[in-house]
Structure formats: structure tokens, C-alpha cells
């Protein structure tokens, strides 16, 4: 059982699950009092004929469902093999994941605007503060699979990467400390562009912005300069761009973070309609890894 391999070598939480051990219990206190919660609420509202405690009881305990959970998140193994490593069937194994996962959703907030975002005066402070820092963006792409519909076909044909993909946009904090705002599972082709300035409703005005290429002609945003054709950069212009890459590299590093979690970089194989709660779910995560996101003990 991979539960009890990671009590037993719990240094190698953080290679099998994606957070370190520690990371794992807190998560385990929360999602073990949010369970309660939610079992709380469904027996409030049923209308009892058999005594409670019926039924066929659970094969696996609720920290061994938290752990089926993130290994699948981190490994993407199939839902067969899943079960095999955890004593289940196949069937329990998927059906254990998908009750699971909009509860991890729930306990972990994918960005910094979501974990203000149900108080208006911390979200008012927040977004006031971040304007005293550049904030750095990019875009990454997953494929999917192809889908036989031709509309569908040309919707998320992404020339660039020559696959079928989804495109979502990460905006972090310098030095890549913390996930300030995403944007999820848009179609491929979408312009990086086009999806910032969806996003930058959610900022100060004047708030300002670091980005590559892909994002000139955006407003309050710096991007590299451009050689143009048959013309040479300048020196001071070359200096620039080094500075503004060495700055930017650290969204780069947040954006492997998040590809670790192989289901947020492999061909994503689930029910689309999962894809938002799958990646901000593994936001999440990163987020508690990182040390920005503390949970409750």
C-alpha cells in the first residue's frame, strides 16, 4: 500500500505525492474535519428508516482516500492500476478520486486573489499591495485528445505546439513566491494576450506586469524588445532583455512546479468539464508546497 510505504519512508513523501510529509498531515487534519463536516451536513438532512451505520463499510480509511487522491494528481497512473496499488477496484478507485477532489479544491485556494476573494476589504488591501511589485506572467499548454468533431478540431488545434491543447495563464509574485491569479483550460490557439487582459479586471489599474513576447501590446505590462528586420538591437536595449529575463525566469520555476503534477502536463485524459477543477486543485498544492498557502492545525 503506498499509504503505509510513505509512513514508513516518510522522506519520500515529497518525490511520490508532490508535498513534503509534513505538508501531507496538515493536509490530512484538514480534509479529515471537512469530511465530517460535509457527513454532518448529508445526515441532517436525510430522512432516516435504517439505523445509522449500515451499509457496506469503506475498504480504504480516510487518510488512505486523501493519499489515492494525490497519487494519482502527481503519478497519473490509470484508474486500474490506481486501485491495484491501494487494494481497490478499478471502479472504487475512480469513483474515491472524483469525491475527493472538490474537497482538496475546497481546502486548498489555487491563488492569492482566492484566498482574499470572500473578503472585500483583505481583497481591496491585497490587490493595493501588489502594486508595489512587478508581477510576472506566462502561459503553458497541455494537450488534450483529439476529438472526431471537425468545429472541435479547429477550436483547440494549437498550430505552435502542432497538438490539440488547452492554454491557461499563470500570474505570480516575484521570485516566484506565490500564485497571485490563473486562468485555466482555455482553448489552444487563444493569443497569451487575449487571456491577460481578461485577467487584469481582477487587478489595481496601474497595478504592473512582466511578461514575454507573446503579451506586447498589452497595457502596463513589460515585454522584451524586438529586433526588428535587418536591424541589430542595441546594446542598452540587449542589457534590457537580459535583466527582464533574469526577473522572469522565476515564473518559469512556478510553471515546472505545476508540471510535476503529471496531470497538469501529460495528455489529459478525464472528462474535460474536470480540467478547471484538476489544475486549480493542483494550484493548490503548489501553493502548500512552496510554503504560500498555510493550512489550519
Request: proline fraction near 4%; charge should be positive; charged fraction near 30%.
Amino acid at each position: 500500500m503506498v499509504f503505509d510505504y510513505i509512513e514508513k519512508y516518510p522522506h519520500k513523501t515529497k518525490q511520490i505525492l508532490g508535498i513534503r510529509y509534513e505538508q501531507l498531515q496538515s493536509l490530512l487534519n484538514c480534509a479529515i474535519k471537512r469530511h465530517q463536516e460535509i457527513k454532518t451536513k448529508q445526515e441532517n438532512r436525510k430522512i432516516r428508516i435504517n439505523a445509522a451505520g449500515g451499509g457496506r463499510k469503506e475498504k480504504l480509511l480516510i487518510q488512505e482516500q486523501v493519499c489515492l487522491c494525490l497519487f494519482y494528481l502527481r503519478q497519473m497512473p490509470t484508474f486500474q492500476v490506481l486501485g491495484m496499488l491501494f487494494g481497490v477496484s478499478k471502479t472504487e478507485a475512480n469513483d474515491t478520486f472524483h469525491k475527493w477532489i472538490p474537497i482538496l479544491r475546497d481546502i486548498l485556494p489555487s491563488s492569492l486573489l482566492e484566498e482574499v476573494s470572500n473578503n472585500e476589504s483583505d481583497l481591496l488591501f491585497v490587490q493595493e499591495l501588489l502594486t508595489t511589485f512587478r508581477l510576472l506572467v506566462d502561459s503553458l499548454e497541455q494537450p488534450r485528445y483529439r476529438k472526431s468533431d471537425q468545429k472541435e478540431q479547429q477550436k483547440y488545434n494549437s498550430f505552435k505546439k502542432r497538438q490539440h491543447t488547452l492554454k491557461s495563464l499563470v500570474i505570480g509574485i516575484p521570485e516566484g513566491k506565490d500564485i497571485v491569479k490563473v486562468e485555466i483550460g482555455v482553448p489552444g490557439p487563444t493569443a497569451d494576450i487575449k487571456l491577460f487582459r481578461k485577467s487584469q479586471n481582477k487587478f489595481d489599474k496601474s497595478q504592473p506586469f512582466s511578461g514575454d513576447k507573446g503579451f506586447q501590446g498589452g497595457e502596463n505590462i513589460t515585454t522584451p524588445h524586438k529586433r526588428k528586420s535587418k536591424r541589430e538591437l542595441t546594446q542598452q536595449q540587449k542589457d534590457e532583455n537580459k535583466a527582464l529575463s533574469s526577473n522572469r525566469i522565476f515564473i518559469e520555476h512556478l510553471i515546472r512546479l505545476l508540471k510535476i503534477f503529471r496531470i497538469s502536463s501529460q495528455r489529459f485524459r478525464l472528462n474535460l468539464e474536470t480540467y478547471e477543477q484538476m489544475i486549480l486543485t493542483v494550484c493548490g498544492l503548489v501553493r502548500l508546497r512552496i510554503g504560500s498557502l498555510i493550512l489550519p492545525t
